[in-house]
């Protein structure tokens, strides 16, 4: 695990950028993992003037994104649809039907996350993916928990999350109470993950740096990941 640690959030979002237009430069065909949240929005606009300045093209990119709520329909401003369509692809050239985002309103969740695995491995798995972390420890949306669940799932979100989504939304109750989340094992078979930790999760990387590795802290099981770039905020 390789941690760099920048002054700000912009050089974060800068060097996550780059990483990924790299990635992308050395095979126009990648599969990328995408996140939502806040932390990545940078990142997303850096790509977005990458492309627009002709250095990156996304015409044959592949994306798979993390999760999406379970309830919300695309066009619902707060879905992960609605998020990633809005704050990337709208703005760049990548192909509609190159774009995977779990269906938060499948009749089967159950079918629609085996669909979602069986999708990520016929694609030839993850090049690269991108993640935040939640103050808890979460990835995705895997909760802390006693087991690492492997695969994509239902998911209920903890009151921690809730809690923490919920200042997107007008009121609280209105947070989703579940997810479709991809598993542990589904992230850790990326070939690369880059995860951002922004100042708020400084708690998280020093925790991170414990080396304990633990379901109660999901994050922690990066540790075991060959080729994982953690990039953190400190300006001290
Ligand atoms: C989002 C996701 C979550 C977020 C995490 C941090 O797709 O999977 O794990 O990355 O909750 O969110 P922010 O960046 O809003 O602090």
New binding site residues.
């Given amino acids: 695990m390789n941690i760099i640690t920048v002054k700000n959030y912009d050089m974060m979002s800068d060097l996550a950028a780059l990483l990924i237009a790299a990635r992308v430069l050395e095979k126009p065909n990648s599969i990328l993992g995408f996140?939502?949240?806040?932390?990545?929005n940078g990142t997303y606009q850096n790509l977005i003037k990458m492309y627009n300045n002709g250095l990156v093209d996304f015409s044959q990119v592949k994306t798979f994104?993390?999760?999406e709520y379970c309830g919300l329909p695309q066009e619902h401003e707060q879905s992960?649809n609605y998020y990633m369509n809005e704050n990337l692809f709208k703005h760049i050239n990548i192909k509609a039907e190159n774009i995977k985002i779990p269906n938060g309103m499948a009749d089967d969740f159950d079918t629609e996350s085996m669909e979602y695995e069986t999708a990520i491995k016929n694609a030839g798995g993850v090049d690269l993916q991108l993640?935040?972390?939640?103050l808890n420890g979460?990835?995705?949306?895997n909760e802390p928990d006693n087991i690492f669940h492997n695969i994509t799932r239902e998911v209920e979100l903890t009151q921690s999350?809730i809690d923490?989504?919920s200042r997107f939304f007008q009121d609280k109750s209105e947070v989703p109470k579940t997810a479709i989340?991809m598993g542990i094992g589904t992230i850790m078979s990326a070939k690369e993950i880059v995860l951002l930790a922004?100042e708020?999760?400084n708690e998280v990387v020093q925790k991170l740096q414990d080396n304990v590795v633990s379901p109660e802290f999901p994050v922690s099981i990066l540790h075991y990941h060959p080729k994982c770039t953690i990039i953190t905020v400190n300006k001290n």
Avoid: C, M, Q
């Avoid at 996140?35 to 990545?40: F, N, R, Y």
């Avoid at 993640?131 to 939640?134: A, D, E, F």
């Fill in positions: 996140a939502t949240g806040s932390t990545p994104n993390l999760d992960y993640l935040g972390v939640g979460h990835i995705g949306f999350t923490a989504n989340s922004g708020d999760k």
